[in-house]
T-cell receptor
Framework: GESVGLHLPTLSVQEGDNSIINCAYSNSASDYFIWYKQESGKGPQFIIDIRSNMDKRQGQRVTVLLNKTVKHLSLQIAATQPGDSAVYFCAETGNTGGFKTIFGAGTRLFVKA | DGGITQSPKYLFRKEGQNVTLSCEQNLNHDAMYWYRQDPGQGLRLIYYSQIVNDFQKGDIAEGYSVSREKKESFPLTVTSAQKNPTAFYLC?????????????FGDGTRLSIL
């Protein structure tokens, strides 16, 4: 997804609730999508990925949904925990442009105890 | 444990000085990348390397230089020509540039100007 400016979109959820983080990707030719989690002062960690021939993929407590029609990606986190507090961003790659990866600016998730 | 090690964690640059950020990986990955992260923005690609002794400019290469003399190492030099070097720098790698795979990241170096 693309964000403009210095302030990240923020999502605040209660511990135990489900979180949904959204991402609008830019290139209709992109065929591989990744969600990363970045904690303060650390590098991004891979969470889950999905290829364009799928519209849903599930991992442990996380689900990624892909809607190619509207170029939208979402990350669902079930039973959100305080350790889930971080910045989450999506990335898109296609086999054009040499498999260049485009990263969104991210969404900051706060989990309230 | 396999991974990517970046050092130092914090770095300060004086005006007119070149500084070098280290990136080492023991994942046996061919492709390595350097990104710059600024507040509220997505990662921007500085340089990337697909194989030893080969590297290509990314979107914001001006004021930076790299080398790839060994598969495991991809150091980034921030030169005095980079007028706004304050940022969080991330190194990444993956098996092969020409495929759809996630990149693995180090824990970054935060560079500031003295």
């Amino acid at each position: 997804g693309e964000s403009v400016g210095l302030h990240l979109p923020t999502l605040s959820v209660q511990e135990g609730d489900n979180s949904i983080i959204n991402c609008a990707y830019s290139n209709s030719a992109s065929d591989y999508f990744i969600w990363y989690k970045q904690e303060s002062g650390k590098g991004p960690q891979f969470i889950i990925d999905i290829r364009s021939n799928m519209d849903k993929r599930q991992g442990q407590r996380v689900t990624v949904l892909l809607n190619k029609t509207v170029k939208h990606l979402s990350l669902q986190i079930a039973a959100t925990q305080p350790g889930d507090s971080a910045v989450y961003f999506c990335a898109e790659t296609g086999n054009t442009g040499g498999f260049k990866t485009i990263f969104g600016a991210g969404t900051r998730l706060f989990v309230k105890a | 444990d396999g991974g990517i090690t970046q050092s130092p964690k914090y770095l300060f640059r004086k005006e007119g000085q070149n500084v070098t950020l280290s990136c080492e990986q023991n994942l046996n990955h061919d492709a390595m990348y350097w990104y710059r992260q600024d507040p509220g923005q997505g990662l921007r690609l500085i340089y990337y390397s697909q194989i030893v002794n080969d590297f290509q400019k990314g979107d914001i290469a001006e004021g930076y230089s790299v080398s790839r003399e060994k598969k495991e190492s991809f150091p980034l030099t921030v030169t005095s020509a980079q007028k706004n070097p304050t940022a969080f720098y991330l190194c990444a790698s993956r098996w092969d540039r020409n495929s759809n795979q996630p990149q693995h990241f180090g824990d970054g170096t935060r560079l500031s100007i003295l």
